[in-house]
């Protein structure tokens, strides 16, 4: 017998597909986009600096931030950490596996903080 392993992935969000996906986050975080919106919004918030993350556990996502980077580029802004009950982690675990990973990321760019607004 096998045994699945689980596998997180921290990713940036680009595609459509992906946005569609993480949809129920992102109304979490931005309530007035509706399904048929979405991806214009997404594309707004794209042209104004935001970028998205998600934490997937397996195909599933579990976690989605919202960014934005201040400050020329030295501070990253999370607007918004929507989390999923899973199963296998605790939320605390899955925000915190989300935000370790964000960080890295924004560091390994040169960014010097982040600053966290709001986690749901």
Known sequence: MTMKVPVEN???LYVSHQFLQ?????????KDITLDTCLDFISTKQK??????????????????????CR???????QGLVTEPCSI?????IKKALLDSLYEWITNRGAES???DCLV
Do not use: R
């Open 10 to 12: 921290f990713v940036e």
């Open 22 to 30: 993480s949809f129920p986050f992102l109304n979490h975080i931005y």
């Open 48 to 69: 104004q600096g935001y970028q998205f993350f998600a934490l997937y556990h397996d195909t599933q996502i579990v976690a989605l931030a919202s960014v934005n980077w």
């Open 72 to 78: 020329k580029k030295k501070n990253v802004y999370v």
């Open 89 to 93: 982690f605790s939320n605390q675990y």
């Open 114 to 116: 982040l600053q966290v």
